[in-house]
């Protein structure tokens, strides 16, 4: 609908919790959360969704940790937890330093 309405902003929060649901099924569908991810992270980079992208980069971040992808979870978890800390978005900073131990 977000698509069909020209609604961007709502098109890229969706595919962000698209990727949260997929990240989250007991048998990961990692391909597919990763691509939703991408795709939010990209739309909302394009319209300047800070917060958004910094979500992003989170939920990425804890894919390829779970994944066993040191290197790509600590990437991303490092811009998330840099970005949330400027943005004061203290909820998901500390989600982001847990993740960061967790690698």
Excluded: N
Excluded at 32 to 53: D, H, Q, S, W
């Amino acid at each position: 609908m977000s698509r069909a309405g020209k609604q961007r902003g709502f098109e890229a929060d969706t595919l962000r919790l698209l990727a949260e649901i997929h990240a989250r099924l007991d048998s990961p569908e990692r391909p597919g959360a990763e691509a939703f991810y991408r795709e939010a992270l990209a739309l909302a980079g394009e319209l300047g969704m800070r917060p958004l992208v910094a979500r992003c980069h989170l939920g990425l971040g804890r894919l390829y940790r779970q994944a066993g992808e040191g290197a790509a979870a600590k990437e991303h978890l490092s811009t998330a937890r840099t970005m949330l800390a400027q943005m004061e978005m203290r909820f998901w900073l500390e989600e982001a330093e847990v993740e960061l131990t967790l690698t």
